[in-house]
Each structure stands twice: as structure tokens, then as C-alpha cells.
């Protein structure tokens, strides 16, 4: 089995997700190979092998600069061919979900999204997807190859093994109608803090707070803890945060060490994305808040008054 890992970077550094799937497909076994695509990147290749690539194709070209889908797809699906790969993996991501999807449709392959595992069974690989909300776990196969898969953000830990991989430059032939879209202007969000992909404690906000003004307690809150701060989709939909914070089944999935939900409710929606916390904490004014069915400590109280104090105390802590 041959398996193929797109490892997307920012800013210098491999997206945390992108390790994460690099990770679990090296417990295959067979060849597991990443692809590196962009300018001035080469430099990034050899830390692929950190995390269980025993080999990692290069494109580094000033004309992938901008991250854009079809010049990436250009160069994984000739990968694909010259290589044979049965299997290419990605993590969770705008960019991730574009490429996938665009490389799927010029392979003819299937395409397995939002997967939150895959295991072999028989000698065969097989996906798991949540369904139904995530109330219930389905198998997922592919009828042909290669295999195309596209796991949720944060489903997997990535996990240093020591390796060391061979790094192979890619050829760059971008067709000439993958060069029809430029990007004018990227725009990054400002944040301070861990994001809440990496962080080990998030504070979340939800519509209780009554203000995107009020989303100062939970801000400082996070601060006190070292943490990152997160946001529910209504909040996000609302305007009162920026949507690289919401958390749930139409943001990001989170795996903190701790949780505190702030004034939110607990929905389906958001706690598919933060049910695998490792301690949630939920505060809320409604003692029959959907959360306090499944947080670990639960407060039931203006959170206005129980926020403050809370920093406070853990500040008096630290110091």
C-alpha cells in the first residue's frame, strides 16, 4: 500500500492537522510519502520525516506561492500517476477540502469526507463517519482507487517517531487553466494565543454572554489559563467573533486538555466539535442547559459575576 499525505503549512510551520494524518497513516505500514507545495518551502521537507514519511515530494515554485486549489491538484494527481499511490490523505481545511474535492473529480475517485478514523479490516482500509448528528458511527469504503480521504481538524495527535525521510523534488506543470483564478489579497485573521487547533485549554463564548462586548470575560478568562479562545456558530453568525473560532460541526473539532463553555446552551451542532475534550466545565444561568448533560462540572449562576471571579482567583493562583 502506498499512501500519499498533503501537508499543508502556514506561516513556516506544518498545519497541525496535516501532522496529525501524516502520523496515523505511517501506522499502516507500506510506504508513506508527504507533498510539500509552495515557495520557499524545501526547507520544511525534512520534518515530514519527524512524524513518519519515509519520503516527501517537494513543488517549490514561485508560481504556487498563493494557496491556491488547482495548481495543488496539478501536482498531486501527476505525483499520483507517476507513483501509483492507492491512497491520498488530507487534513480538514478550506484549502484541504478544495484540493481534495478537485482532485477527486479529475481522478474519477471517491472522495470520504469528514472522517474521524481509519482502520484496516481485512487487508482493506475503512473509514469511520459520524452520521445522524453524531449520534452514531458508520463504515465507509471506497469502490475504486485511488482513495481519497478528508479527516475532520483535529481527529488525530501528531507523534514524533524519530525518522528521517528522502526528499524528492516534485516537477511544476501548472495547466494552463488551473492559472485562470489569482489571489488579490489574503487576509489573516489577528489573534494572540495559541489557536484553537494547538491549544490545551480553550474558553469558549456562547450567545448567554449577551454581547459581543462581553466577550472580554471570556478573553481574559483564556488569558489567565494560557488558553485560546472559542466561539459557538451563532456567535460567530452574529458577527461578535471571528469564524477561525468557532467550535462544532460547521467549525473545528477540539481535543483541549479542558474546556469552559461560557453561556452556551451545548447543542448537537457544537458538541459534536468539543466532546472529546478531556474536562469540560459549563457555566451557565439555565440549569437545564443541554450541556450540564454531559460536562464534567457543571455552574448554574450569572456568569458575569462567576467569570470575574473565576479570573481572579487564578490569577491569585499563578502569582
Known sequence: MATLVFLEHHAGEFATNSLGVLSKAATFGGDVHGVVIGSGVRALAPRAGTFGATSVHVADDASLEAPLPQPRVDVIAKLVEEHGYDTVLFGQSVLAADVAAALAARLEAGLNWDLIDIVQQDGTLVGKRPALQDTVYVDVGWKSKPR????????????????????????????????????????????????????????????????????????????????????????????WYPYATQVGQTGKTVSPKLYVAVGISGAIQHKVGMQSSGTIVAINKDGNAPIFEFCDLGVVGDLHEIVPKLTELVKQRKS
Request: proline share 3%; aromatic share 4%.
Open 148 to 239: 481519497i480521504a478528508l479527516f475532520r481538524s483535529g481527529t488525530f495527535d501528531p507523534k514524533e517517531t524519530g525518522g528521517e525521510a528522502q526528499v524528492e523534488d516534485a516537477s511544476v506543470d501548472v495547466q494552463e487553466f488551473s492559472k485562470a483564478a489569482t489571489m488579490i489579497e489574503q487576509a489573516h485573521a489577528g489573534s494572540e494565543g495559541p489557536s484553537i487547533e494547538d491549544a490545551q485549554v480553550i474558553v469558549a463564548g456562547g450567545r448567554g454572554l449577551g454581547g459581543p462586548e462581553n466577550f472580554k470575560l471570556v478573553e481574559e478568562l483564556a488569558q489567565a489559563l494560557g488558553g485560546a479562545v472559542g466561539a459557538t456558530r451563532a456567535v460567530v453568525d452574529a458577527g
